[in-house]
């Protein structure tokens, strides 16, 4: 059973940093891709970041050039955010996609961001 644990949400002040944590346990499978994505009240549920089994990477154009998507060989995935502005704020949550579609979810990191 996949199991997706994210960590390090938090509250920072505008133009502050913060580097997010998804743990990942239970994938047995090789082809799959990682991603954050990010909920704020009120809205729907919005890509963040994503990357691939070979370590290709994109990003939505809001945090193309702030964020950056990491993984590690222990199937880890981390999301490093600088610059950080009020819009940022949300629920980020952690996504596995397998190739034949399947999707996993974390239960989600709250990141708020004071002006």
């Known amino acids: 059973q996949v199991q997706l644990v994210e960590s390090g949400g938090g509250l920072v002040q505008s133009g502050g940093s913060l580097r997010l944590s998804c743990a990942a346990s239970?994938?047995?499978?090789?082809?799959?891709?990682m991603a954050w994505f990010r909920q704020a009240p009120g809205k729907q549920r919005d890509f963040v970041a994503r990357i691939t089994n070979s370590g290709f990477t994109n990003y939505a154009p809001s945090v193309k050039d702030r964020f950056s998507i990491s993984r590690d060989n222990a199937k880890n995935i981390y999301l490093q955010m600088n610059n950080l502005n009020p819009e940022d704020t949300a629920v980020y949550y952690c996504?596995?996609?397998?190739?034949?579609?399947?999707?996993?979810w974390g239960q989600g990191t709250q990141v708020t961001i004071s002006s």
């Open positions: 239970g994938v047995t499978f090789t082809l799959y891709t």
């Open positions: 996504n596995l996609q397998r190739i034949n579609g399947e999707n996993y």
